[in-house]
């Protein structure tokens, strides 16, 4: 069973980069969509963009300027970064498996809480 | 754009069905996606491609797809069914993966 685990900074500074790696265990790498979902404090789920195993990228159009997702597929992971970060962005980021278009997301990882504050 | 509209929130007695919409143009022409979010937990898929069960998800769950509405109907609701609901689509014609506002269900 495909499990994934999530890591990276938990606050960060207005302006500052957001980094966070979503590492896949128990199954294949290849073939799949490798997604990131965000979730504001009592709001709902935003797509933020995700990646393939070639490296093809889709973007949320309100983030795209700010958003880049990669993958290393020697390490079985994939990575998610924002940049010039704002309050706005305080939200718990998740990644996501899916088997791509028209697919949806069968596997989550546990999230990880963002908070940008001065 | 696309856009996925569903209802702030249900409220249902226990025992009785629960029924939450998913409205979208011609949403019948995509793959409608199901997640059930529980307070501090990560999303889980309950109904996938419109009417897919997920190995683990109670028969209790099921889905539609019609016209302009999916609908995720949860029969003989139990207490334990209390949590946010989120419907899901990936639109062709964009390339964008897109979620409902979501909804509240309340289990009185």
């Known amino acids: 069973q495909v499990q994934l685990q999530q890591w990276g900074a938990g606050l960060l500074k207005p302006s500052e980069t957001l980094s966070l790696t979503c590492a896949v265990y128990?199954?294949?790498?290849?073939?799949?969509?490798w997604g990131w979902i965000r979730q504001p404090p009592g709001k709902g789920l935003e797509w933020i963009g995700g990646?393939?195993?070639?490296?093809?990228?889709n973007y949320n159009p309100s983030l795209k300027s700010r958003v880049t997702t990669s993958v290393d597929t020697s390490k079985n992971q994939f990575s998610l970064k924002l940049s010039s970060l704002t309050a706005a962005d305080t939200a718990t980021y998740y990644c996501?498996?899916?088997?791509?278009?028209?697919?949806?997301?069968?596997?989550w990882g546990q999230g990880t809480l963002v908070t940008v504050s001065s | 754009s696309y856009v996925l509209t569903q209802p702030p929130s249900v409220s249902v007695a226990p025992g009785k069905t629960a029924r939450i919409s998913c409205g979208g143009n011609?949403?019948?022409?995509?793959?409608v996606h199901w997640y059930q979010q529980k307070p501090g937990q990560a999303p889980v898929v309950v109904i996938y491609?419109?009417?897919d069960r997920p190995s683990g998800i109670p028969e209790r769950f099921s889905g539609s797809n019609s016209g302009n509405t999916a609908t995720l109907t949860i029969s003989r609701v139990e207490v334990g069914d209390e949590a946010d609901y989120y419907c899901?689509?990936?639109?062709?014609?964009?390339?964008?993966?897109?979620f409902g506002g979501g909804t509240k269900l309340t289990v009185l």
């Open positions: 996501a498996k899916s088997p791509g278009y028209p697919g949806g997301f069968d596997i």
């Open positions: 128990g199954g294949s790498f290849s073939g799949y969509y």
């Open positions: 990646i393939n195993h070639s490296g093809s990228t």
């Open positions: 011609n949403i019948e022409r995509k793959s």
């Open positions: 491609y419109d009417t």
């Open positions: 899901q689509v990936w639109d062709s014609g964009s390339d964008h993966v897109l």
